[in-house]
């Protein structure tokens, strides 16, 4: 089998028409002496030689050669600005809905202000489904609760730990999340997401190390959902807290300040493209802004 290694060379030394020629243009560095080697090494595997040293001739075979390198190792440079190009154009996120309806839209408009020609897919899902669309090459990155090991191949990083809360409709008795925990048996209705994300896992594991069960009687899809029917007086919602985000419209949140707190980060595979790299610096921020949120500027005092 051919080496491509040793093809390269040899057209470096058929376009520039000789080995010093070659050298002085290779994109890396290499000695003459080892360039002579190697060619030496392909015209023995071919069986031909392929060019006179003095003075510099393609003979018929390495006319033959290079005729069908040249279109090829010529294009490469072309070829990588134009994938440079679609890459740094394309960006494919997943999310969940509450990530892509309040805290992506400031983030996509400053990128779009940096990248013009910016294509932006967005994807819904949370850890599971988006690792499974990480995996299959349909994502680039994924922002997401982290509640479990993630598959083999991925790489992670949280960027910040969320509250769980309680979600009651605004006339509930209750004032705090401790005055529902604290009843004797937990018989209101729980609206919740599945069992097998993050938020529900984590609250069920607390509540069984306190030797409490509380099973859910509404199951819905989205955060958003569960807002959606606690709201239309189906039961108590499970949901998270986020900082500076409003409550949902018709409920009140009652923070779980005392169980585990839910961690958010970004998966993605292999090495991000420019345009994916600066989204994640850009989450990073909007992240670290709800940590800890700038202060007010103060007002001036007023002298006499």
């Known amino acids: 089998m051919l080496n491509l290694h040793h093809l390269e060379l040899f057209y470096y030394v058929a376009r520039h028409r000789g080995i010093a020629g070659a050298v002085r243009h290779m994109p890396y560095g290499i000695q003459q002496p080892a360039v002579s080697g190697q060619i030496l090494t392909l015209e023995d595997h071919l069986g031909v030689t392929l060019f006179r040293r003095r003075p510099f001739e393609l003979t018929a075979a390495g006319r033959d050669l290079f005729a069908v390198l040249e279109p090829f190792f010529s294009g490469l440079d072309d070829l990588e600005r134009r994938l440079q190009r679609e890459a740094s154009a394309r960006l494919r996120l997943g999310a969940s809905q509450t990530v892509l309806k309040d805290h992506l839209p400031a983030i996509a408009r400053a990128l779009r202000e940096q990248f013009p020609n910016l294509q932006l897919v967005l994807r819904t899902g949370y850890q599971h489904h988006l690792e499974s669309l990480l995996e299959a090459g349909e994502i680039d990155l994924a922002v997401t609760v982290i509640d479990r090991s993630i598959a083999t191949g991925l790489r992670s990083e949280i960027l910040i730990e969320l509250e769980l809360a309680l979600l009651v409709p605004p006339r509930h008795p209750a004032r705090n ?3 529902i925990l604290a009843a004797d048996r ?3 209705p ?7 994300e993050a938020g ?4 069920h594991r607390e509540l069984e190390r306190r030797g409490l069960a509380w099973p859910v009687t509404l199951e819905v899809g989205t955060l958003e959902l569960v807002a959606t029917y606690v709201a239309a007086g189906f039961g108590v919602g499970l949901g998270i807290r986020i900082p500076g985000v409003p409550p949902p419209p018709g409920v009140r949140v009652l923070p779980l300040d005392d ?13 991000l ?4 790299r600066t989204l ?4 990073r921020a909007a992240a670290r802004s709800l940590i800890d949120p700038p202060s007010p500027p103060s007002s001036p005092v007023a002298t006499r």
């Open 186 to 188: 937990l018989s209101e």
């Open 177 to 179: 999340a401790d005055r």
């Open 273 to 276: 493209s420019r345009v994916t």
């Open 259 to 271: 169980f585990p707190r839910i961690p958010v980060g970004l998966l993605w595979i292999g090495k």
């Open 200 to 203: 529900p896992r984590v609250f």
């Open 280 to 283: 994640a610096d850009r989450l």
């Open 190 to 196: 729980l609206v919740g997401m599945p069992a097998e």
